[in-house]
């Protein structure tokens, strides 16, 4: 079983998230990848997001860029931490995605890291995982 689940709404994201992986592997800390879309896919989603706690899983990274619904759809769904990464895409260079993350409304808490830094979301769930 893996620890973190790694989630990005398209397989374009994949090299925008892939950072992660290597700080993740560094520190010996498991996690799956998968792309699957709050927009396109929602049933899917939910089902992958619902059912993580109960496949093993103990942190959530979402990334996304744009309207950045990801994030938010996973923590809706469930009581895991879960740590948005938003990314520079479109005409705004990620700031909307970066604000799409951070102001959630009270009761769907989402970590937020800066842009395209993906690397200090696998840190952060380390310090996540590795708490007392």
């Not at 996304?64 to 990464?85: F, K, M, Q």
């Not at 951070?102 to 979301?121: E, R, S, W």
């Amino acid at each position: 079983m893996a620890d973190v689940l790694i989630v990005v709404g398209s397989e374009s994201d994949k090299s925008r998230i892939e950072p992660a992986f290597g700080v993740l592997d560094q520190a010996g800390v498991s996690y799956e990848f998968h792309v699957s879309s709050a927009h396109r896919q929602p049933e899917e989603t939910a089902t992958l997001i619902k059912g993580a706690r109960g496949r093993g899983f103990k942190v959530v990274i979402a990334g996304a860029g744009l309207a950045a619904a990801l994030p938010g759809y996973a923590a809706s769904l469930t009581d895991l931490p879960v740590i948005g990464v938003p990314f520079n895409v479109g005409a705004l260079n990620g700031m909307d995605a970066l604000l799409a993350i951070a102001q959630l409304p009270p009761g769907v808490p989402v970590g937020t890291v800066g842009i395209d830094n993906p690397k200090n979301a696998a840190h952060l769930a380390i310090r996540i995982l590795r708490r007392p």
